[in-house]
T-cell receptor, first 118, second 114 residues
Framework: GDSVTQTEGLVTLTEGLPVMLNCTYQ???????LFWYVQHLNESPRLLLK?????KRTEHQGFHATLHKSSSSFHLQKSSAQLSDSALYYC????????????????FGIGTLLSVKP | EAAVTQSPRSKVAVTGGKVTLSCHQT?????MYWYRQDTGHGLRLIHY???????EKGDIPDGYKASRPSQENFSLILELASLSQTAVYFC?????????????FGKGTRLTVV
């Protein structure tokens, strides 16, 4: 079945250093939607980025990601980490094959906790 | 701003007891979902619904039932709560079509089964 892999459970960075959170996926569907959701402490997950287009960079709030279908990857990056970036980041996959009956069923990775230190 | 409201926000339940988690959305969304969050597992889909009076099984439905009496309301029911069901539960909603792919989450319900 479909799956999402986030290899790092915890990433600890010093403020100002670049951020890269890894995400790879598996699906037999040729046109997947990929998402990054962010969850700050005691809050609900909210959408950070999404992409459907191969090799096109998408950006939001200083973060960016590019969907690469050739490598089944959608890594999240930021040039300079801020203390406020500390949060749990989820990569998620949706294929929308059965959208009429299943809506946007998301398959999430296990999440990567980003901790930014001064 | 899309709104999904969950109640209660936290609950302590006794093993073998019945638990009902409620969710209300004012987004006029057709789709609603219940996810469970556990460290090391991420968010996993329990049940979902795309129309009132109909629910579908997600990836981990065992031990849970769901009810969608109206477009706005979606409940998750644990008939016989077990220790393994201690987790944070999120309700969510989304619209229709590829242009409405964003899923909006409620603030979560922390359930502790003792």
């Amino acid at each position: 079945g479909d799956s999402v892999t986030q290899t790092e459970g915890l990433v600890t960075l010093t403020e100002g250093l670049p951020v890269m959170l890894n995400c790879t996926y598996q699906t037999i569907y040729s046109n997947p939607f990929l998402f990054w959701y962010v969850q700050h402490l005691n809050e609900s997950p909210r959408l950070l980025l999404k992409s459907f287009t191969d090799n096109k960079r998408t950006e939001h709030q200083g973060f960016h990601a590019t969907l690469h279908k050739s490598s089944s990857s959608f890594h999240l990056q930021k040039s300079s980490a801020q203390l406020s970036d500390s949060a749990l980041y989820y990569c998620a996959l949706s294929d929308l094959r059965n959208y009429g009956s299943s809506g946007n069923k998301l398959i999430f990775g296990i999440g990567t906790l980003l901790s930014v230190k001064p | 701003e899309a709104a999904v409201t969950q109640s209660p926000r936290s609950k302590v339940a006794v093993t073998g007891g019945k638990v009902t988690l409620s969710c209300h959305q004012t987004n006029n969304h057709d789709y609603m979902y219940w996810y469970r969050q556990d460290t090391g597992h991420g968010l996993r889909l329990i049940h979902y619904s795309y129309v009132a009076d109909s629910t579908e099984k997600g990836d981990i439905p065992d031990g849970y039932k769901a009810s969608r009496p109206s477009q706005e309301n979606f409940s998750l029911i644990l008939e016989l709560a077990s220790l393994s069901q201690t987790a944070v539960y999120f309700c969510a909603s989304s619209g229709v079509g590829a242009g409405n792919t964003e899923v909006f989450f409620g603030k979560g319900t922390r359930l502790t089964v003792v």
